[in-house]
């Protein structure tokens, strides 16, 4: 990857986040340049920001705005910045309506950790959209 790439990060769960956190960071030329367990205050920060994020990586399930309404509302504000959703509870018509609405790739949340986040980025950075298979 030849610059640097930001990204936000939003999962409900803590830890869940962390280990994104440090999933992400270990990719040369990945950097985190904000992430949040709640989906409002992400996007307070998203509006209040000079910085936009290059990606974001969202949790599928999650109180306030779940993965799909995140990504609906990224698309209508901000359609230049690729999305990442990640869940261990999609069904085939999910994975539909996730790439009809505009998600770059998709990933199973176990597999995040074990090489796929790598290979949905070489995927975007391409103009290609990736579904964990």
């Known amino acids: 990857m030849a610059h640097s790439i930001a990204f936000a990060i939003v999962d409900d ?11 992400v960071e270990a990719i040369n030329g990945c950097t985190v340049i904000y992430s949040h367990t709640s989906p409002n205050q992400f996007f307070q920060q998203l509006v209040s920001t000079h910085q936009l994020p290059d ?33 261990g ?3 085939e018509p999910d994975v539909a309506e996730l790439m009809d609405i505009g998600a770059s790739a998709i990933i199973a949340k176990g597999l995040l950790y074990t090489g796929n986040l790598p290979k949905a980025m070489e995927a975007i950075a391409h103009q290609q959209i990736f579904i964990d298979p």
């Open 13 to 23: 769960n803590s830890r869940d986040l962390q280990r994104l956190c440090h999933s």
């Open 55 to 87: 990606v974001v990586i969202t949790d599928c399930q999650m109180p306030e705005i779940d993965g799909m309404g995140l990504t609906r509302l990224l698309q209508l504000w901000h359609p230049e910045i690729k999305i990442i959703v990640a869940s």
């Open 89 to 91: 509870l999609l069904t």
